[in-house]
């Protein structure tokens, strides 16, 4: 800046800036509103009960502003401590609405009214003077529940210098309206000088509701149902022995334990009114045989060693027949009630038959004859010579079963079967171990699962599917047993007349008179089942690994060979046709 321009600033204003462009003022930005905190939505209240803006509460709130001055705003909450059920909440919110709409305007009916009949004006003074019309005093109005539990309290304030409310004044409402059990005597006691009691809901009194006492029930120290399940170790291989079918019991030892019903505890309305209870149901202790109830009634006890088992309806204890060795001359052939457990092998030639189920800790041998009520548990596997039967009414569990005829009417579960002739009408499982299927005839009603099934030496391998199994298996053992006799008959007829062969052909003619009405009865049952229920019994899946060639498939009449070796596949019967995946 020259000297010039100084003293020109000098004597102008004393350094007063020079209008450059850097010198500009910057232009007033618009003020921002202040950023608080978000606001937090509330839920709103479902006890609360809003009034719409021409409810006849808040003209009757307003004339008391009116005459009053300053009065607290009115609340109208069902539900203050959250003590009520919100059923109940929900039912009684629109029936208070209702209620109080109706009371409110015959309320203010009476105001308006009081209100016309107040004289206007000033009296003559010759004439007498009347007397002003007194206004209304405070009304207590009670709203009591459907289910008479609950009472709760609305003032509505006096008018034109009616009376106020007092403790007197509302003791006597609530002993006209019978309210007598449950009442809060500290609120009935402190409101006539509480500021806020016009206008405002409060729970007047509470009654008690009843209780139904509980059923008895039935507490079980061991397991209803024994869980079947065989566990696969990290080889692939099953452990037969750890299936654990039998449950023991000593004798006293504690099977269930009952618990008693309990009363019922009775209600009471805030009306006085008692409200019934009903007491529990008792039940009984599930005795079966061989089981005792305690001298007390309560527990179920053993009243022998052996295996506990439940029926469905009761407990029972089935003597368990232990045989340390093998089933040979030492013991001889076996019938028994109860359940056996075999910790050797049945050896050729011999028969073991129980009501309960069978464990064998060893082999069944060729020629030998097993039969189960229950499940039964072959530890080492099925060796048999064609001649081998093994019968079970539930499930049978074997490593290997190998020249047999198995019969299983629930499943069917094994590593292995080579030329063996099953009857399952459940599934038959062969996952485990090896997984494979060679050789004879497996007949299931619901499924076959097998990780192999047939070999690469084409053996003839039959799989049927649907159907009833068991019971054609019946019907070809006694065809079977049929046809013995009536070649022995033969043999018999030829012999020499004698008293011996009288009496042989006697019981002959006798066995075979049982076994064709044996026969019969199977056939009229086969016969008697509808196309319908032959068609779902035809619904069978086959689902394998590796199918080789040589494999034949049946459904019914139907039946699928395979010619080239098959993986991964499923076969099942689609619209009439058999259908692999």
């Known amino acids: 800046m020259s000297i010039k321009d100084k003293i020109a600033s000098i004597l102008s204003g004393f350094g007063a800036k020079p209008e450059t462009p850097e010198a500009e003022e910057p232009q007033a930005q618009p003020a921002q509103p202040a950023q608080g905190p978000p ?10 009960l809003k009034l719409p803006g021409e409810h006849p509460l808040l003209q009757l709130y307003s004339i008391r502003r009116k005459e009053g001055g300053r009065l607290p705003p009115y609340r109208l909450c069902l539900d203050e401590d959250g003590s009520i059920p919100e059923e109940v909440v929900r039912r009684e919110k629109n029936r208070l609405q209702a209620a109080l709409k109706n009371t409110c305007s015959a309320r203010l009916k009476q105001v308006k009214n009081m209100s016309k009949e107040k004289p206007a004006g000033k009296e003559k003074e010759d004439e007498k003077p009347k007397a002003e019309p007194q206004g209304l005093d405070a009304l207590p109005w009670f ?4 289910d008479k539990l609950y009472a709760w309290l609305l003032v509505f304030p006096p008018t034109e210098g009616g009376a106020e409310l007092s403790r007197e004044m509302l003791y006597r409402a609530m002993k006209s309206q019978n309210i007598t059990y449950g009442v809060d005597t500290r609120l009935a006691d402190r409101l006539s000088r509480d500021e806020s009691r016009y206008f405002n809901l409060f729970l007047l009194a509470k009654g008690k509701p009843a209780f139904d006492g509980k059923n008895g029930n039935i507490v079980d120290c061991v397991p209803r149902v024994i869980e079947r399940v065989l566990q696969v170790d990290e080889f692939d291989q099953v452990d037969y022995t750890a299936l654990n ?5 000593k004798e006293g030892q504690e099977i269930c334990r009952l618990i008693r019903p309990t009363e019922g505890d009775p209600g009471r309305t805030v009306l006085g009114q008692e409200i019934p209870a009903k007491s529990g149901k008792p039940v009984p202790l599930p005795k079966g045989r061989n089981t005792e109830i305690s001298e007390d009634g309560d527990v179920l006890v053993a009243a022998m060693d052996g295996h506990v088992e439940f029926t469905g309806r009761s407990f029972q204890v089935k ?27 049945v050896l050729s030639g011999f028969t073991v038959r129980a009501m309960g189920s069978i464990w064998v800790g060893g082999i069944v041998e060729a020629g030998s004859t097993v039969e189960a009520g229950g499940d039964l548990t072959v530890v080492k596997g099925i060796l048999g010579d064609g001649t081998t ?7 049978i569990f074997s490593k290997y079963i190998e020249n047999s005829t198995i019969y299983a009417r629930e499943t069917l579960q094994t590593d292995a079967i080579i030329n063996g002739r099953i009857y399952c ?9 090896r997984g494979s299927i060679m050789g004879g005839r497996i007949w299931a009603a619901k499924k076959v699962n097998a990780a192999s099934i047939g070999s690469r030496s084409e053996c003839r391998t039959s799989i049927v599917l649907g159907g009833q199994p068991c019971a054609n298996f019946e019907r070809e053992q006694v065809q079977r047993e049929l046809k013995a006799l009536e ?31 044996k026969l019969k009865q199977l056939d009229d049952e086969l016969a008697d089942l ?28 139907e039946t699928l060979r395979l010619r080239q070796e098959s993986h991964q596949c499923v076969v099942k019967m689609v619209c009439g046709e058999i259908v692999m995946m």
């Open 39 to 48: 606001e937090v939505s509330v839920p709103e209240d479902p006890a609360l």
């Open 143 to 146: 709203f009591i529940s459907t």
């Open 245 to 249: 079918l039998f449950y023991n019991v």
């Open 319 to 345: 003597p368990v027949l232990d045989v340390p060795g093998n089933v040979d001359f030492s013991t001889g052939n076996i019938k028994f009630l109860g359940d056996i457990n075999i910790q050797g092998d």
């Open 389 to 395: 039967a093994v019968r079970a009414q539930r499930c």
């Open 425 to 433: 009408d459940g599934e038959v499982l062969v996952r485990s171990g």
């Open 487 to 517: 070649m022995e008959m033969e043999k018999t007829e030829c012999q020499l007349d004698s008293p011996a062969k009288t009496s042989i052909l006697s019981k002959l003619r006798m066995k075979m008179s049982v076994a064709e009405l």
């Open 530 to 557: 509808d196309k319908e229920e032959l068609k779902e019994k035809e619904e069978g899946r086959l689902e394998c690994g590796v199918a080789h060639a040589g494999t034949e498939v049946s459904f019914g009449e």
